[in-house]
């Protein structure tokens, strides 16, 4: 399965913050905030990835990522121009995606929870047909809602609704077989002239096609597209790593426990950091292997 990373857009909701650098390599805390997206896909297991994003900020996602080699893995560019819908993610990438199957993560969504490794694995697992995910929210109106059946089969997904249904939200993280290609091709733009990611899971549905898994209690969904997002993420990482002394989104140690790469390797990667609390954490886990790997 193959991964992308979404870090298109403009960023207006974060004006002027944003006015002249990209939102996705903002701080969250301690690491640029597309460490987050970055964490999920490489906790899936997924080593191939695209991030897509636009043309004056290309060459600095290059500068912090590289091409992947120090992590195991393997990182991918290529431009938005315009940004005409998160769907079309699927038609920039389409080459790049080819035969397989793949997972699509918003660059401004964290997920973090102790369920989250298994939950992705599972919609690895599920080859045919797409898996995507719902979130108990206090306010559905402002984001696209799952409508269930009375068997509690999801029927459709309604964008903003004025009356939801259901007070399940559908975040950024989705998991698609090849046919998405086919599928983003063929969906009519929305009246803001985007290919919808709606559209696209509703084809699912109509397909009888499509998965949803309802993420409870215990998990944590960060939308930090806004300030007011971005400071309750912070809080909430801070608060986690400081408590519990773990890491979230330390993609060193994930790379690490996924054995992209090995001991020696992430010596090398924590050393270059060491003047750092995060290089310190990164040297720490090779000290402690018996405690923890």
């Not at 403009?10 to 390599?25: D, E, H, M, N």
């Not at 973090?112 to 080859?127: I, W």
């Not at 709606?198 to 499509?210: A, D, F, K």
Request: aromatic content about 10%; glycine content about 10%; proline content about 4%.
């Amino acid at each position: 399965m193959k991964g992308i990373v979404l870090s298109g857009g403009s960023g207006t909701r974060l004006y002027p913050i944003t006015k002249s650098f990209t939102k996705q390599l903002l701080p969250i805390y301690d690491k640029p905030m597309i460490y987050y997206p970055i964490s999920v896909l490489l906790l899936a297991g997924i080593s191939d990835i695209l991030i897509i994003t636009t043309p004056d900020d290309v060459h600095l996602y290059k500068k912090l990522l590289g091409d992947g080699s120090q992590l195991g893995v393997r990182f991918s560019y290529k431009v938005q121009e315009q940004p005409k819908g998160i769907a079309q993610a699927f038609l920039v990438g389409a080459d790049f995606i080819g035969d397989d199957n793949v997972c699509l993560v918003l660059g401004d969504n964290i997920f973090h929870g102790s369920s989250l490794v298994d939950r992705l694995k599972e919609a690895v697992d599920n080859k045919k047909g797409a898996t995507i995910f719902g979130y108990p929210v206090k306010n559905p109106r402002e984001f696209g809602v799952a409508e269930f059946d009375e068997n509690g089969k999801v029927i459709e997904i309604v964008e903003k609704p004025e009356n939801p249904k259901s007070n399940f939200a559908v975040p950024g993280l989705y998991f698609y077989d090849n046919k998405v290609i086919e599928i983003a091709s063929g969906i009519t733009p929305s009246y803001r002239g985007e290919l919808e990611i709606t559209s696209v899971n509703n084809e699912y549905i109509r397909r009888g096609e499509l998965n949803i898994v309802r993420f409870g209690r215990g998990m944590a969904w960060l939308d930090t597209g806004t300030p007011t997002g971005m400071l309750k993420a912070a809080e909430y990482v801070e608060t986690v790593q400081e408590r519990q002394g773990y890491y979230i989104a330390c993609l060193e140690e994930i790379a690490w426990r996924s054995g992209f790469i090995d001991t020696d390797q992430l010596i090398r990667l924590g050393s270059v950091l060491k003047k750092t609390d995060y290089g310190q954490y990164i040297l720490s886990l090779a000290n402690n292997i018996d405690g923890g790997k």
